[in-house]
């Protein structure tokens, strides 16, 4: 497998945590998006949004975080995506929340910052804290957002909550939050990012 | 079943689509965004979001549209959402764009007419562009976003794509996507909602 990658991209990162936690193997192809490197004609024939993660496995070319999440969790006939109605309709909730207001928000806030990008401060911060809220609700009484084990939904949520410090969001009113954060980290398999060692945490 | 359901709404309607063409009856129950009735605290209690669609079934509440159709279909043992690796993923990426570029693109330029939400009109109307010349691409050579068979996918992106000249957006330069909206219209048990009957088609 190649994984077209960018190595600060939580989005790229969230594929390169389950592969670790699957143990898989695969070749990255850094892709730098302020070079262009997205938008070559070359890389538009593979993902026509011209956004990284991109896999390619055997010929097959998957574009999306949330979809390479799932192709490989079905591939590897992992229960990380579970297959029963309730249990699948649980992870489909956050992943739905990990494509809006986690992108929109947090991963924003974090993009304004540290690629520059000219996002609305304000709003996207009101989003952000919206994400936040909603996430450390539901984890007052559970350990994971979907179900009652780790599942894709947390390793789609979580990189952008963990690197809200680098959007100048304060996580540390967010217990449920922190604590969710460090269940995560012991997980087998589990890799970092960079900037994830100054998560504040509990 | 109940629905708690928006007649105006494209992710309400989304459901009401999936239920029909599945043949699947349901209470509905109108939430008035307008008036506040998904702020409530009976409601919050139902969907902390403050959105709608909800769906309530046999005591199980499933909040987030793509949520819903992912557990209507694996409850119906329906192939409107496949469960192999490879078509899984394939219906995961244009469920992706069903929430980006098309919630933040189209159904924004239509919110901001139809609702005076504050979205800001020339970036929304990027974004909307966007989404349509992707999809056009995608269906120049293929009848269905996925897979080689209608899927939840083309389900989710069809209402904002087919509302869009709500928005003041006009898919008359975008004959592959006035293709495929007529083919979601042969669909047995398809329904239209408000606004569909002007869609300009070929």
Redesign the interface.
Known sequence: MKLYDMELSGNCYKVRLLCAMLGLDYERIPISLKDGEAETEEFLQLN??AQIPVLEDDG?V???????L???C??QDSNLLP????P???V??W???S???I??GLARARAINKFGRPF?RNSTRVVAIDALK?ID??LQDREWLATDQLSIADIACYPYVALAHEGDIDISRYPAIQAWIGRIRQQPGYIDMPGMDNTPLI
């Open positions: 026509p949004r097959l998957i574009w999306d975080s949330i979809a390479i799932s192709y490989l079905r591939k297959t029963a109605a309730e699948l309709a649980r489909m909730q992943l739905a929340v494509e809006n207001e992108l929109y609305h909603l609700g539901h």
